[in-house]
C-alpha cells in the first residue's frame, strides 16, 4: 500500500488556476542594500574569526562560507560551513537564527537586526563527506520465520548487520554479498533487541525469555549460556561507550519489563549492579559518554544513575505519560567509537580508547564545555529536551505530534532532533534550543522508526504503511519513496557509513537499500 494522495477539491484546483494566471511578486534580493559589520565566531570553541569585517548586506551563506575558509585558510581542502545569527551575542543561551539563504532575506528583511547593529555569527562546520540517498531495494532477503523486530549495522563498517526476530533467532547478514552468515539459535521467545558492541566484537541480544545472550558475530557461536537476572523481558541493551571502558573488560547496561536496569561485566557475563527505584517497566536505557546512565520508563519519569555503587542521582519528572524512548546527543559518536569516515583504526588500544575520547569530545563540545542533551518522547504527545549537567529542569518541552511518539534521534552532528510519532508524520526540531522546524509529511500510517544519515542532510524513516521513506533535512521535502515491503516495517537503520539501509517488518523478509 503506497502512498496515493486524494484528489484535490474544486476550491483549491480554482484557486490554484487563478494563482497561475496572475502574476506572482518576485521574491529579488536588492542589489543595493548597505554593508554590515559582522564578526564570525566559531561554534565549538567560541574564539573569534579575524576582527570586525564589513560585508554587503545581501551577501549569500555560499559567499559567508568561502570567506570563513579563506580566513582559515582551508581553500584548497574546503570545509562546508551553516552560519547562525546570536541575536544577543552575550548571551551565549539567547535566541539563534539559521542563516539558510542569504542575510538580507534571514536578518535584515524580517527586522531581526538592522545595517546599524554588529551580526555575531555562529559558524558550525558540516560533515566533511556526502552521503547519496538510497534510491533503490537491492535485496530482500529471506530467512526469518516471524516479524523483524530490531535491525542494527555493525559499526565498524555496512557489510555487517544484525536482526532481531519473533522467531526466536538473531541473525547475521553479510550485506556485501547480500546472504545470511550466520543464526544466533538459543533463546525460547522473541529476540527483541540486538545491539553491536562499539568495537564491533560482541553482539548482545535481549528476549522475551527474560534472558540476554552474547555472540561472536565473526563465527556466530553463543559466547556462554543464557545470563539470567531480569524476571521479564527485555526492552534495551546500551553498551558502555568505548572511551570508558577498561581493558578487556566491556560492560553493557539491559532495561526490562520488571522495572531494573542491570549492569553485566561482558568477559565474566555476571551482573555488577543492579539499579532498582522505577515503579513500572522501563522502556528504553542509554549510557552517557560521562559514564552515567540514563533510563526511560513507563511510570512518568527519567533516571539519572551513577554506575559504580548503582544510585539514583536525579529524578527528572515532566511527562504526563509512559515515556517511550529517548536520544542523547552523542549517540552516533558513542556507537561508532573510533570508527570514522577515514576508516584509519588505530593499532593500540590506547589509541583506539584515544580516538574514541577524542571523537566524542569534539561532538559533545558546545561553546567550549562539554554538552551532552537528552530529548525523551512519551505517549502524552510531547517530547522535552534535557540537559542534565545544568540541572533537572527540561530546556524545553517539544509540542506539536497530535498522538503518542514512538521513537526519537538526534542528527550525528547533534543540530537536530528528529520525532516519528503514530499520527502519520516525522517531526523536526532545532536540538539548541527544541524550536519546532518542519514536519515531514507523505507516511498514511503511523512512523514507527526514523534514522539519519552520517551526514545529517538525510532521515529515513519507517512506517506501517509499508514503506520507507527518505527525506531531505534541509528542504523537509521527501526526497525518495521506497516501496517494496508487503506489510508494516517496524525497524531501519542507516549504516554509519552512509552506503547502505537496512529495514525488516512483518513481512520477514530484511531488505538492503542502495544508491
Not at 526492552?235 to 577498561?246: D, F, G, M, N, R
Not at 559504580?308 to 542523547?328: E, I
Not at 545544568?390 to 520525532?419: C, E, W, Y
Request: charged share 25%; glycine share 6%; with cysteine.
Amino acid at each position: 500500500m503506497s502512498t496515493v494522495l486524494p484528489p484535490k477539491a474544486k476550491r483549491v484546483k480554482r484557486e490554484e488556476l487563478q494563482r497561475a494566471r496572475e502574476q506572482q511578486p518576485l521574491d529579488l534580493v536588492p542589489q543595493d542594500v548597505p554593508n554590515v559589520v559582522v564578526q564570525l565566531r566559531a561554534s565549538d570553541t567560541g574564539n573569534q574569526l579575524g576582527g570586525e569585517l564589513h560585508i554587503p548586506g545581501n551577501a549569500t551563506a555560499q559567499q559567508l562560507d568561502q570567506l570563513v575558509n579563506k580566513l582559515l585558510g582551508t581553500e584548497d581542502d574546503r570545509v562546508p560551513y551553516t552560519f547562525s545569527l546570536l541575536s544577543n551575542p552575550n548571551d551565549p543561551d539567547s535566541n539563534v537564527i539559521d542563516i539558510t539563504s542569504d542575510l538580507w532575506t534571514t536578518v535584515l528583511k524580517p527586522g531581526l537586526k538592522t545595517t546599524e547593529d554588529v551580526l555575531t555569527l555562529v559558524y558550525t562546520p558540516q560533515a566533511v563527506f556526502r552521503v547519496r540517498a538510497v534510491s533503490r531495494c537491492s535485496a530482500a532477503i529471506a530467512g526469518h520465520g516471524n516479524a523483524i523486530l530490531a535491525t542494527q549495522f555493525s559499526p565498524a563498517s555496512s557489510s555487517r548487520m544484525v536482526t532481531a526476530s519473533g522467531d526466536g533467532t538473531a541473525r547475521i547478514w553479510d550485506c556485501d554479498t547480500e546472504t545470511p552468515m550466520h543464526t544466533l539459535k538459543g533463546h525460547k521467545n522473541w529476540v527483541l533487541v540486538a545491539s553491536w558492541s562499539p568495537n564491533a566484537k560482541l553482539i548482545a541480544t535481549g528476549s522475551m525469555d527474560n534472558t540476554l545472550r552474547l555472540w561472536d558475530p565473526k563465527t556466530g557461536k553463543p559466547l556462554g549460556d543464557a545470563m539470567k537476572g531480569h524476571t521479564k523481558w527485555i526492552t534495551s541493551i546500551a553498551w558502555e561507550p568505548y572511551h570508558l571502558q577498561k581493558d578487556g573488560a566491556p560492560r553493557f547496561a539491559s532495561s526490562s519489563k520488571d522495572t531494573t536496569i542491570r549492569i553485566w561485566d561482558a568477559t565474566l557475563r555476571r551482573v555488577e549492579v543492579t539499579l532498582a527505584g522505577h515503579t513500572a517497566a522501563v522502556t528504553c536505557v542509554k549510557w552517557a559518554g560521562d559514564g552515567r546512565i540514563y533510563s526511560t520508563s513507563q511510570d512518568k519519569t527519567v533516571r539519572i544513575w551513577e554506575t559504580t555503587h548503582g544510585r539514583c542521582l536525579h529524578t527528572l519528572t515532566a511527562h504526563a505519560h509512559w515515556v517511550n524512548h529517548m536520544a542523547l546527543s552523542t549517540d552516533f559518536v558513542i556507537r561508532t567509537a573510533y570508527h570514522d569516515h577515514t576508516r584509519n583504526v588505530p593499532d593500540t588500544d590506547e589509541g583506539k580508547r584515544r580516538k574514541a575520547k577524542e571523537r566524542f569530545e569534539k561532538a559533545a563540545t558546545i561553546g567550549g564545555e562539554i554538552v551532552e542533551r537528552l530529548v525523551t518522547a512519551s505517549d502524552d504527545f510531547t517530547m522535552y529536551l534535557w540537559e542534565p549537567s545544568k540541572g533537572n529542569k527540561p530546556v524545553t518541552r517539544m509540542m506539536g505530534h497530535q498522538k503518542a511518539v514512538n521513537h526519537v534521534s538526534f542528527s550525528p552532528d547533534g543540530r537536530l532532533i528528529a520525532s516519528a510519532s503514530f499520527d502519520n508524520s516525522v517531526k523536526l526540531w532545532n536540538a539548541r534550543d527544541g524550536k519546532y522546524i518542519t514536519t515531514l509529511r507523505g507516511h498514511v500510517a503511523p512512523v514507527y522508526q526514523c534514522a539519519f544519515s552520517a551526514d545529517s542532510r538525510l532521515l529515513v524513516s519507517s512506517s506501517k504503511d509499508s514503506t520507507l521513506k527518505v527525506w531531505d533535512v534541509r528542504t523537509g521535502k521527501l526526497h525518495t519513496d521506497l516501496p517494496g515491503h508487503q506489510d508494516e516495517v517496524f525497524a531501519v537503520d542507516w549504516s554509519p557509513d552512509g552506503a547502505k539501509v537496512a529495514s525488516g517488518g512483518k513481512d520477514k523478509a530484511v531488505r538492503l537499500w542502495k544508491h
